[in-house]
């Protein structure tokens, strides 16, 4: 069974930094795409970065800011997020998967990032 836990995230203030933590389950990250998404208030979900097999990407929107990487000894993927603006606040969510949340095999439990002074 896939699951990913994460943690991480909280309340920080503009230009501020988080990061966040995605654990994996009875499978190992490297075997599958990881993905980051988020939901803002009243906004659709969101896909902001993928961990694949080819390398770590991310949405135009914070290209720049935020880094994903993988840690294969721990099984883990991180999000780095620098450079926050309040517009990221928002629910951000690991996945089993990436970018299209149809497609989404497992989804973490979700963490709030609040950006505010």
Do not use: H
């Amino acid at each position: 069974q896939l699951q990913v836990v994460q943690s991480g995230g909280g309340l920080v203030q503009p230009g501020g930094s988080l990061r966040l933590s995605c654990a994996a389950s009875g499978f190992f990250v490297g075997d599958f795409a990881i993905g980051w998404f988020r939901q803002a208030p009243g906004k659709e979900r969101e896909g902001v970065a993928c961990m694949s097999s080819s390398g770590g990407l991310t949405a135009d929107s914070v290209k720049g800011r935020f880094t994903i990487s993988r840690d294969n000894v721990n099984n883990t993927v991180y999000l780095q997020m620098n450079n926050l603006k309040p517009e990221d606040t928002a629910v951000y969510y690991c996945a089993v998967e990436c970018w299209i949340a149809t497609l989404v095999d497992a989804w973490g439990q979700g963490t709030q990032v609040t950006v505010s002074s």
